[in-house]
């Protein structure tokens, strides 16, 4: 076995231990924790490398990447070929932009875009769960980024397990049992539940969490990210298919108020050992999370924000205000996907009550911003396609820029870069951002 390999075993044996012992409530945040690297690592500070302009780069259901016509290219060099050409055209075409940071998404579900010891191949590579692709994509995003001088977040979906339940998708699943690794749905079919109509891991479940933490360290301890970045899939519902976690419940939610306190707590307690974890693991890879833009209306606290529409805290029962607070992220990134004119949630009103949140800790603030929007006809949103979008976008750039403790930007997402409708937005932001 490498070196390398034993080595990140040892660091993920440990990550995990101290994932474990953070299921229980941390007597403090602060305590320092027995160190894990071998040699001390200077903290680098991101305000020095100037503002972020971001764009986050989805991988499940191949949205941005890989192409899609690639999975059905048989010979695996071909192949190969063209997905790496893929990337370096898209990473080219962001270094021409300005973009100085793409958010790779790593795990869109409960498989990895790199070689893992945790978790089977993602079937977006090769068109089938498990099977090697030839190549590691993530180690060749980096190399290829931090060649064009951009940084690279690793982006996770920390409890999608996969985006249907349809008969096939259960039959690759079970499938999966005679591969190394398997999938968790077949290992731990009792952290199993069904949500929006997707197979999720429960985050009532202990060891659920820490095994979430246990891929994180896998990244953080074997390649030179520069980030990690949860998006803001925490308790995932809709109407029609709620999360099932009666039983959960019962078993580890007393000495709470409230089921809804108790998930809420859950969702923490992932943040807080993710956070501890890659702390010790390397102190200079950041982590952050990208939420839903409003945390609550003032409607039901007169702590939220002047708007009216879903809440992370109340509808995926995610408290991000308070992660801030307790400095348990390097950044936060909520997705303000409105334009100033759309009253329910405007958009200068939601940076500035962000920006608000941040000031008085170390956390950094990025804006998500709706580039999936731009030049797209919304009866809600006429403003986005007012002169291809640009003056919406423009003032939107503009805020971002002027007020205080708001860090940069981020565009959701990379594919509509290359799309006929934003393209005007495109040459704007390359007037403005690009080199």
Known sequence: MPKNVKRAGALIAVALLLASCSSKPPVSLVTPLPPVAKHPLTVKSSRDSGPMRGVWLATVSRLDWPPVSSVNISNPTTRNVVQKKALTDKLDKLQSL????????????????????????????????????????????????????????AWFNPYRVTVNTK??????????????????????????????????????????RDWITSIVAEVVSRYPVDGVQFDDYF?????????????????????????????????????????????????????????????????????????????????AF?????????????????????????????????????ADVVKPTNTRLYIGVALYKVGESSKNEPDW???????????????????????????????YLNQPQAQEAVNYLRTRWGS
């Open 318 to 354: 995610a408290d991000t205000r308070l992660w801030v607070q307790k400095g348990l992220l390097d950044y936060i990134a909520p997705q303000v996907y409105w334009p100033f004119s759309r009253k329910a949630a405007r958009y200068d009103v939601l940076a500035k009550w962000w």
């Open 235 to 315: 308790y995932a519902e809709t109407p029609g298919s709620t999360l099932n976690d009666s039983l959960t419940y019962q078993k580890y939610g007393s000495g709470f108020n409230s089921k809804a306190d108790w998930r809420r707590n859950n969702t923490q307690q992932l943040i807080e050992q993710v956070s501890r974890t890659i702390k010790q693991l390397n102190p200079n890879v950041e982590f952050g999370v990208s939420p839903a833009g409003v945390w609550r209306n003032r409607s039901h606290d007169p702590l939220g924000s002047e708007t009216s529409g879903a809440a992370a805290y109340d509808e």
């Open 98 to 153: 300005g973009i100085n940071t793409v958010f790779f998404q790593v795990k869109p579900d409960g498989s990895a875009l790199w070689p893992s010891q945790i978790l089977p191949w993602s079937d977006t590579l090769t068109g089938k769960m498990g099977q090697d692709p030839g190549y590691d994509p993530l180690q060749f995003m980096l190399d290829e980024a931090h060649k064009r001088g951009m940084k690279v977040h």
């Open 385 to 415: 396609t007012v002169n291809g979008g640009v003056p919406e976008l423009k003032k939107q750039l503009d805020l971002n820029e002027s007020v205080p403790h708001i860090d940069g930007t981020i565009l959701f997402r990379e594919d």
């Open 167 to 208: 008969p096939g998708t259960v039959a690759e699943l079970n499938r999966s049992i005679s591969l190394n690794p398997a999938s968790v749905y077949v290992l731990h079919r009792d952290w199993i539940r069904t949500a929006s109509d997707r197979f999720v891991l429960d985050p009532g479940i202990p060891e659920a």
